[in-house]
């Protein structure tokens, strides 16, 4: 990572700003204390320094995100780092409370307006794949620098303090000394960044004259709160500070009900910031590839329910243990949201958008260090008599830390829901085979589109359905493209003639890699660039027909045929898929229109579009080598002088495992199926799948601007 030379200055300059920033904090701290004489001055000072940091994100932070995005970003931040370098530098030369408040302030509102514009350079330094483990190195540093910045802190009280005494110049000088090394980072920082041709300022598509300043505004907040990603995004990061925040404001009292002093105080501290910077480093590394959505609202969730956990476990040792794993899932979402806003909110909103994101941050842990405690003493301290000796403890304590945890659960769910592009896909089988290394389907691009699978037998009515869906679909005014699941592009139709040969005798390995070449062009030539343009695209067959016919005719893995399908497709899964399920007995090949003689009589009419001519055994053969050509139907070819009577119930057999196939993909992911029994009337059919249809093209998120 650090190879990148452009990122690497940036980094270096970053952690030494950190580093100024923890000691400035310090260092004021200290000197705000330093200028007050009695105690209850000195924590309204301390108090009155606070609320000053936090003011300008509450009142500013909105218009700083749109100046960010507005303003050339390297300018905007050497520029800043110059006038914070001015700030800290007058504040011991001035030395007055009143100053030091008001430069706290400037400075502040200056680092709003700096901090967007850093956020929303780092995608310009960096290959978007690596920005999560550059975001990594960055917290990293933003947070591990504060141990450091606290040791040289205190090495500077202890120089001043012992040379204070012969050399005048000393004398109370370390908190001096900590502003001016604060000072000399900003003016180092600006040095470096002007350094860094190769961020401008946001890009803005020529769509015409730039918005006003105001509208610019609103315009980045209406982004957050229609964009589904972003949205989901921002409510799990307030859900996950405030259950940190939660954690914060209570962690003393918890540990003091659970009869733990300062030192266990300071030891459950400790285990959270272990958690929290071993999630930060490890976890993006550790889980691989696996969806970076999933991930985040997967981890929101897990910090809630350990918190849960937390609050209704009274004991000391295992609290400790567990809020590790708080800190640890807090860590990775917060890595992983992050990187998430740069990657995934166009150049021209992000800084606009991390602004925001700052600013309902404050706001929230504000809200939060306040109500906690106020609720705690609201609520008291009670114990309630279940029966015999047990007590169920209810301090305000407990439910304040259990409401905490439950509002980052009901929060992670939100966000994974809204996140979710990754539809279908089941959670924990995805998880696990993360966790082992195993590389997971590429994240797709997001799109406007709709993808609707229809599935099923030979003469189950697929076209029927899907003529029905594209007539109706097409009147709404949305462009509707119909495909077809195989030979639909012109290199398809050659390799489906091939797999489709019954004189080629393909090897079933074979046979898989010329169907999934088939998918392979269908999928990047036909499919995609529809979705692309948000149209709704309907395909009567999909990857499910290819693994069900195959693997019921050959001995291919399901299991391994799902691998390679989902390579070929890049993982595209349809939004929906219908699957009209037939049984066996019905199924027909409808171009020959026969009817099996087998079965004359055992199914009767169940389904009127058994419309053929009386059958007999040889037009069943017939029937069976016109479907023989095609590939997997390996029963009755070669058949030779076999009877009627057996090929049929080889057929029949041959259809239920595809059946059976069929049904198995659909219950693995119910949510993504519409299963329909395939012999009811058509119009019925479609009133089912119509109305399914309604409600994913509703909750598909109009594209922003449109
Ligand atoms: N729900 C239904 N009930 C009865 N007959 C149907 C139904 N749906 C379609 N059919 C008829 O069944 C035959 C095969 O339907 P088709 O849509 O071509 O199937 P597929 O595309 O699955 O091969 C056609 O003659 C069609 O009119
Ligand atoms: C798509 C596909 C079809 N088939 C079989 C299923 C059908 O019996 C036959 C023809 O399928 P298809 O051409 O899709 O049309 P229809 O079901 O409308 O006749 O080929 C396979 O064996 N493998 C496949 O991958």
């Known amino acids: ?17 950190s580093l100024g920033d923890w000691m400035g904090l310090l260092a004021t701290t200290a000197l705000v204390a330093q200028l007050q004489n009695s105690f209850s001055g000195q924590a309204y000072a301390i108090g009155s320094l606070l609320i000053v940091r936090l003011m300008p994100a509450l009142i500013l932070g909105p218009l700083a995100g749109a100046l960010a995005d507005r303003l050339d970003r390297r300018m905007t ?31 502040e509102a200056v680092t709003l307006v700096w901090a967007p514009a850093k956020d929303a350079s780092v995608p ?199 809020v590790v794993a708080v800190g640890a899932f807090a860590g990775v979402a917060w890595v992983t949201g992050y990187t998430l806003l740069q990657a995934e909110v166009s150049d021209e909103l992000r800084g606009r958008t991390f602004a925001l994101v700052q600013s309902l941050v404050r706001v929230d842990l504000l809200l939060v260090l306040a109500v906690a405690p106020a609720l705690v003493g609201l609520i008291g301290s009670h114990g309630i008599h279940l029966w015999g000796d047990i007590t169920v403890r209810a301090d305000g304590v407990t439910v304040v830390l259990l409401g905490g945890g439950l509002l ?52 189950a009515g697929r076209s029927t359905q899907v003529e029905l869906l594209r007539s109706w679909l097409a009147a709404s005014g949305r462009e509707v493209v119909v495909t077809s699941g195989s030979g639909a592009t012109a290199t398809g139709a050659r390799l ?24 392979a062009e269908h999928v990047s030539r036909v499919i995609e660039p529809a979705l692309a343009r948000g149209a709704i695209v309907i395909t009567d067959r999909y990857v499910d027909s290819w693994v069900a016919f195959q693997c019921a005719s050959r001995s291919v893995d399901a299991a391994e045929l799902a691998v390679l399908a989902q390579w070929a497709t890049q993982a595209l899964i349809p939004d929906l898929t219908v699957l009209l399920d037939l049984p066996a007995e019905l199924a027909l090949p409808p171009e020959t229109g026969v009817t099996p003689q087998f079965l004359a009589g055992e199914h009767d009419g169940a389904r009127a579009h058994a419309d053929a001519d009386p059958a007999t055994a040889t037009a069943t053969d017939a029937a069976i ?59 019925e059919i479609h009133a089912e799948v119509r109305a399914i249809v309604a409600g994913r093209v509703k909750r598909r998120a109009a594209p922003l601007g449109a």
């Not at 931040?77 to 706290?104: C, H, K, N, Q, Y």
């Open 77 to 107: 931040m050497v520029v800043t780092d110059v006038i914070r370098f001015g700030l800290f530098v007058s504040i011991p030369l001035i030395g007055t409370l009143e100053w030091l408040l008001i430069a706290s302030f400037l400075v």
């Open 408 to 459: 980052a659960v009901a929060v992670g769910l939100f966000a994974y829901r809204q996140m979710d592009e990754r539809v279908g896909v089941a959670v924990w089988p995805e998880l696990w085979s993360a966790l082992r290394g195993r590389k997971p389907a590429p994240t797709r691009p997001r799109h406007s589109g709709l993808f609707v699978a229809v599935e099923g037998a030979e003469g």
């Open 625 to 683: 080598n016109g479907i023989g050509g095609k590939p997997g139907v390996e029963p009755g070819r070669g058949s030779g002088d076999r009877s009627g009577e057996e090929i049929g119930a080889e057929v029949l057999a041959y259809r239920r495992r595809v059946r059976d196939g069929f049904r198995r993909l659909a219950q693995e992911e119910p949510a993504r199926y519409l299963t329909v029994d395939a012999t009811r009337p058509r119009d």
């Open 496 to 519: 489906r003639e091939l797999l489709f040969d019954p004189s080629a005798h393909l090897h079933p390995r074979t046979e898989a890699l010329l169907a999934a070449a088939d998918r």
């Open 1 to 17: 990572m650090l190879r990148i030379p452009e990122f690497r200055r940036m980094w270096i300059q970053l952690s030494l700003s």
């Open 124 to 322: 310009h330094l960096v290959p978007r794949e690596r920005l999560a483990a550059a975001n990594t190195l960055s917290l990293i540093m933003t947070y591990g620098t504060a141990p450091l910045a606290a040791a040289i802190f205190t090495l500077l009280a202890t120089i001043s303090r012992t040379l204070g005494s012969s050399v005048s110049f000393f004398r109370d000088s370390s908190v001096d000394l900590a502003l001016y090394f604060n000072a000399a980072t900003f003016l180092g920082s600006a040095i470096v960044i002007w350094g860094l041709k190769n961020i401008g300022r946001a890009a803005r598509p020529d769509t015409g004259p730039e918005p006003g300043f105001l509208a610019s505004i609103t315009e980045g907040w209406r982004f957050v709160g229609q964009d589904r990603l972003v949205r989901g995004l921002v409510v799990g990061i307030l859900g996950g500070f405030a259950g940190a925040g939660c954690v914060i404001a209570l962690g003393r009292l918890y540990v003091g009900i659970l009869g733990g002093g300062d030192s266990a105080y300071g030891i459950l501290f400790g285990a959270v910031f272990v958690g929290l910077a071993g999630g930060m480093a490890a976890g993006p590394k550790l889980l691989g590839d696996y969806s970076r959505t999933r991930l985040f609202g997967v981890c929101v969730t897990g910090a809630g329910i350990t918190l849960v956990i937390v609050a209704i476990i009274p004991n000391l040792v295992i609290a400790c243990i567990l």
